[in-house]
Each structure stands twice: as structure tokens, then as C-alpha cells.
């Protein structure tokens, strides 16, 4: 195997590297140079990404190490788990780079902001591929440093006080994490991923100090997955663009810390350690809770975006959920819940960007009547939040369908009922909001049809029927779930 097609994980993480520099470099001079490196280095992401794709399926593993001191390494590492979230973040990173380019079209500091949104994306792409919790925190606290600029973008004080309340609750987090990790090297030595845990056979000898260094890996990770309490972070960032939105709850960072709580459970701990030590249980009860919190916030937010916000709150503790379930079938269901919520998810904020850009609608109740004036984007919200709620034969009831089989499996019937308080809570707050859309009349001072710009509109087509695919067509074998299916059972069936 050639050197070159080896380092591929380095290729992907380059490609947005040499992206970022460049774009800094230029400044706020040649927008059209920039628009062309944004897409071509997102293309060219996506070709690498395919590459390397084809190569795991066919059962090549891609390690690239790069030793920094003696004992610590920085190892990039793109195993089928990997994959699954690289897949992900390169098609949706395409999507919403295209979204970005017309919703910022006529605003400053583009340069800044594209600079900084290409170092999200080659965090995001290290923290996919880092094959030890050392690689896995140095890409952790570049997406906190990077995707900060990205949230106080627009400079108000809303925004700047948003920004200060994200690197308080990241920075924190990230202060946790490293303490487990450290206390974790000091116990076991470096840890690199592995499928079954690395510490599969170090045993219970001395749970005490598993369970600490276990809760400080899930609290600091926690932070960015926006488990409850330490979610609040999350509506908060909301002032920020919309294609920011759109990153911070489908792609990168509540996606990095969910990813994050994947790999302590399975290849640090391994799941066999992790229910003996009676982790797992805990962490499906916090996992539930987040659910239920999440819902009932949503409930009761009068602006869109917040009001999406708590939802995601919500819908990535399943797949936590289906992590600490421990068993094949909730495990299918919470990994490709990962794509299937980032999929359904970027469909809503983007159709939440077009709202308040053609319109400038912000509040639920500003909504009447969008349906007649905007009926593509309509439609695609539509498809996103019946997603959510569960509807077969959308993405959302795949994945919570084979949560509830996991949940039956395992004797843990109160998982069942959790599941389907939440989607009963899921139809409280999203189907007022397709009622005002669609048969309520829209205002007096009706614009008539006005659909969102190309820019914005086709991207946000594009995710609600990828939305829409994965869960049509589910059973295919290059399906999210089949993939999901394969990894399980490759790496995490007993």
C-alpha cells in the first residue's frame, strides 16, 4: 500500500488547512478567488473522503502517526466509526458552503468568517480521525478556538455575550476533560481507540478510579454534546448566522462531543467494562432526562431557532442513548442517528435561514401562511420536523425504531416509554408549527409567492430530500444504516 493513499486521513485534514491559510491570506480582497477555493477545497474533501470510503469497506484501516514527545503521538486513524461521521461532515460542509456564499453575500468580514468556518472544518475532520484521546483533545479545543469567531460573527452585544457564555461552557468542559484524561495516562498509560476498549483488560481492579475518570471523559465531552445541565450553551448561540447554526447542531460541535462519548464507551472503557462498572445504566438515565428537558424547553421558545435549538438538545441524546443501551440493535440505532439528525436538523436551520432572510421572519408566530409564499422551503421543513417527530417511513422513525427494539432486547421497557414521550412531545412542538405554515392565512400585507434565492434554496432542497432518502431507502446497501449495520457488526458485537 502506497504512502501516499496510507496518509489520506492527513490529505482530508490539509485540504481545509491550506483552505483556511489561504482565505486568511487573501483578506477581504478577490471574492471570487475565495468562493473558488471554498468550493473546490470542499469538492476535493468530498473525492478524498470517497477514496478512503471505498478503502475501509473493503477492510483497510488508514493510520497516520506523527510522534511529538516520547509516549504521545498524534494519531490520525479512519476506521469504519470514522467514517461514518467523515461521510457526514463532507457532504453537509459542501451543502452548507453553498448555503453560506449566498447568505453572507452582502456582509462583511467574509474572510474572517470563511477563514475560521474552514478550521471547523479540519477539526472536525481531526477529531473524526484522531485515534487516541490525545489527538482527540487537541481537535476538540481547536473547533472550541475556532468556531467561537463564528458565533460572535455578526459583533452585537447579543452576540459577544453568546460568545462569552460558549467558551465558558467549552472551556470548562474541555478544563474536565483533560483532568480525565491525564488522571486516565497516569493510571493506564496512553490510550489509543480500539474496538472492544483498551481498558478491556485492565478489569474493575480499581472502579473507584474508573468511575472518576469516567464521569470527568463524559462531563467534559457532555458539555459539547449539550447533555443536560450542561446544555445551556446551546440556545444561547443561537444569535448567531444561520449557516452557524446549521454547523454547531447538525455537523460539528454538538456532533464532536456525542462522536467523543461513542469512543469512551466503546473503544476506551469497551461496553462489557462499562455495564459491569454500572456506567451504561447511568448514562442511558442521563441520556433520557436530556431527552425529555429538551422537549419540554422546545415547547415553550417563541423564536424558531431557539425553539430548534432545545430540540437538538433533545435529539442527540439519542444517540447517547443508544450508546448506553449496549447492545447491537440500540447501538445501530443510535450510531445512525448521527447522520439521520444531522440530515433532518440542517434541513430545519436552513429553512430557518431562508425564513428570515426572504422575510425576515424569526418568531413561530410570524409564520402564518409561509407555506403559500415560500412552498419548496415549507415543504422541506416539513420533511425535517415529521423526520424528528418519528413518521415512517422518515429517517427519524429508523432510527428510533431500532432504538426501541435495542430497548426490548435489553429488558429495559422504561427506555420504550421514554421514547415515545419524547416523540409525543416532538408533535407538540413541531406541528403548531406546519399548522401556521400551511392553513392559516398569511398576513394582510402578503407579499404573494417569494421563494428564498437559488443560493439558499438549493442546498436547503438538497438536505431535506437526503433527509428524506435515508430513511426511503434504508434497506440499500450503501445506506446509512446498512453502513451502520456493517460497523456493529465488524466492531461492536459481541
Not at 486568511?24 to 474533501?45: M, T, V
Not at 412542538?429 to 407579499?447: Q, T
Amino acid at each position: 500500500m502506497s504512502t501516499a493513499y496510507q496518509a489520506m486521513p492527513l490529505w482530508v485534514l490539509l485540504s481545509s488547512l491550506l483552505a483556511a491559510a489561504i482565505i486568511f491570506a487573501l483578506g477581504e480582497g478577490h471574492p471570487r478567488l475565495r468562493i473558488g477555493i471554498n468550493l473546490a477545497a470542499a469538492l476535493l474533501k468530498l473525492v478524498l473522503v470517497g477514496v478512503m470510503l471505498l478503502g475501509v469497506r473493503a477492510g483497510h484501516e488508514f493510520i497516520v502517526r506523527l510522534p511529538l514527545v516520547p509516549g504521545i503521538e498524534l494519531i490520525l486513524h479512519a476506521d469504519a466509526l470514522s467514517m461514518l461521521f467523515i461521510s457526514l461532515s463532507a457532504i453537509l460542509w459542501l451543502a452548507t458552503t453553498i448555503y453560506a456564499i449566498a447568505y453572507l453575500e452582502d456582509s462583511p468580514n467574509r474572510a474572517r468568517f470563511f477563514g475560521f468556518f474552514s478550521l471547523c472544518v479540519a477539526a472536525t475532520m481531526g477529531i473524526a480521525t484522531a485515534g487516541n484521546l490525545f489527538t482527540f483533545f487537541v481537535f476538540y479545543e481547536m473547533l472550541t478556538l475556532a468556531t467561537w469567531p463564528l458565533v460572535v460573527h455578526r459583533g452585537t452585544s447579543k452576540a459577544i455575550q453568546a460568545g462569552r457564555s460558549y467558551l465558558c461552557y467549552t472551556l470548562g468542559g474541555s478544563a474536565v476533560l483533560l483532568l480525565g484524561i491525564v488522571l486516565l495516562h497516569s493510571l493506564a498509560g496512553p490510550q489509543e481507540f480500539v474496538a472492544g476498549g483498551t481498558l478491556a483488560d485492565y478489569g474493575g481492579s480499581n472502579p473507584q478510579a474508573l468511575a472518576v475518570i469516567f464521569a470527568l471523559l463524559i462531563t467534559g465531552m457532555g458539555v459539547k454534546a449539550a447533555l443536560a445541565p450542561v446544555h445551556g450553551w446551546l440556545p444561547t448561540a443561537m444569535v448567531a448566522p444561520a449557516p452557524v447554526s446549521a454547523l454547531l447542531h447538525a455537523v460539528a460541535v454538538v456532533k464532536a462531543g456525542a462522536f467523543g462519548i461513542v469512543r469512551v464507551v466503546y473503544d476506551v472503557f469497551g461496553i462489557e467494562l462499562t455495564q459491569s462498572l454500572g456506567f451504561a445504566e447511568m448514562l442511558a438515565v442521563v441520556a433520557s432526562i436530556t431527552i425529555i428537558y429538551g422537549s419540554l424547553r422546545a415547547i415553550w421558545q417563541t423564536d424558531l431557532k431557539r425553539r430548534l435549538a432545545y430540540s437538538t438538545v433533545s435529539q442527540v441524546s439519542y444517540i447517547v442513548l443508544g450508546v448506553a443501551l449496549a447492545n447491537p440493535l440500540a447501538s445501530i440505532g443510535g450510531l445512525v442517528h448521527l447522520v439521520h439528525q444531522g440530515l433532518m436538523k440542517i434541513t430545519l436551520f436552513f429553512c430557518a435561514g431562508c425564513y428570515a432572510e426572504t422575510h425576515g421572519i424569526h418568531a413561530i408566530d410570524e409564520l402564518d401562511g409561509i407555506g403559500r409564499r415560500m412552498p419548496w422551503t415549507t415543504a422541506m421543513f416539513t420533511l425535517g420536523a415529521l423526520g424528528m417527530i418519528g413518521l415512517p417511513p422518515l429517517a427519524g422513525f429508523v432510527s428510533k425504531w431500532y432504538l426501541g427494539l435495542g430497548a426490548v432486547a435489553g429488558g429495559q421497557l422504561w427506555v420504550v416509554g421514554v421514547l415515545l414521550l419524547s416523540t409525543l412531545l416532538n408533535a407538540i412542538y413541531f406541528l403548531p408549527i406546519l399548522h401556521r405554515a400551511w392553513f392559516k392565512p398569511p398576513p394582510e400585507a402578503d407579499d404573494g409567492l417569494a421563494e428564498a434565492p437559488m443560493g439558499l434554496l438549493g442546498p436547503t432542497l438538497f438536505a431535506g430530500l437526503a433527509a428524506l432518502a435515508v430513511g426511503l431507502f434504508a434497506g440499500f446497501d450503501w445506506s446509512p444504516l446498512a453502513w451502520v449495520e456493517l460497523l456493529v457488526e465488524r466492531e461492536y458485537s459481541p
